[in-house]
């Protein structure tokens, strides 16, 4: 984010209410779009994401994600229970609340609820007033709900390098139900192969997450390993795309080919990969009970 406090595309509270006696810094359309064009022209491959989309701007056009930074405090759309202002009002409003399709979904849990968001008599839980005695310290969305309807990917939380306990547990659940959850279903490959003959092998893998994984193979590409007697021997690059299975939990078959393999007698173990474009990147894995 450039624009606005903290670069959070708003100006609030010194807006067109000027009833507040606050003057009016309301930001142009004609600037957002500025921005808007100069970022889509320098990113090609790197997605962006800004915080909310705007009225009187081609948002959809750029194709970018959202931040939304009061995460479970104003997430919610007004029809989940949410205010008729809140991040997935206005994207609903906006038109664009199936970005998440697409473009990766961010944000930040609403910096005072980090304290006590994952404390075990809050976590997960919408405030009720009659039987939560902090029901009105903030304003509280359930988790799990703004997630599902937000779809998103990655949420900030500084408080979390003080988690302890429980606290910590139910903050490393919460991170695990974002994004995509990849699952090898099943694979299918010869049992034996002659030298002469083309190795071939084929993949179901299905998205159980919120989220699809939103680069290809060219940035993220999946390999095929053949492994003897633990140590690789052979590494094939595949274009298959992690991007192109749905976050719907349906299979999506993969097939790959190897015409001439290289590989002489002997037992062999297929493995696969996705590399990290990072150098000492986090290892991408598997949601697959007992890979390895």
Known sequence: GLLGFWGEWHNWPFDTDIADGKPDWSIPTEVYEEVY???????????????EPKEGVDDAKYRTGYHDDS??????????????????????????????????????????????YFAE????????????PNA??????????????????FLLCEAIKNYTGVTRENALEASRSLGY??????????????TESALKLNLDIKNTGVAPFYYDHE??????????????????????????IPADGKNVTFKHVVE????????????IKVRNPLAGGVIFRFANEGQN
Not at 121 to 132: C, G, I, L, S
Not at 139 to 152: I, L, T
Not at 224 to 239: A, N, P, R, S
Not at 260 to 267: A, D, I, R
């Open 136 to 153: 009105d310290m903030v304003n509280r969305q359930d988790g799990a709900a703004c997630v599902e309807e937000s779809h998103a990917s």
């Open 181 to 194: 959850n990849m699952q090898v279903s099943y694979a299918y490959f010869a049992g034996s192969i002659k």
């Open 260 to 271: 001439e393999h290289g590989l002489g007698g002997g037992e062999y173990t297929l493995c």
């Open 219 to 244: 940035m993220w590409p999946i390999l095929i390993g053949v492994k003897q007697d633990g140590v690789l021997v052979k590494q094939y690059e595949t274009e298959w795309n992690l991007s192109d």
């Open 121 to 132: 008599e809050f976590y997960q839980k919408a405030p009720n007033p009659d039987t939560d």
């Open 71 to 116: 995460f479970a405090y104003a997430t919610l759309s007004q029809a989940k229970g949410g205010q008729e202002w809140s991040y997935m009002s206005k994207l609903i409003n906006e038109g664009v609340e199936n970005t998440w399709e697409y473009a990766p979904i961010g944000g930040e849990v609403y910096p005072p609820l980090q304290s006590m």
């Open 37 to 51: 064009r100069a970022f889509d022209d320098a990113f090609d491959i790197t997605c962006l994401l800004v915080r």
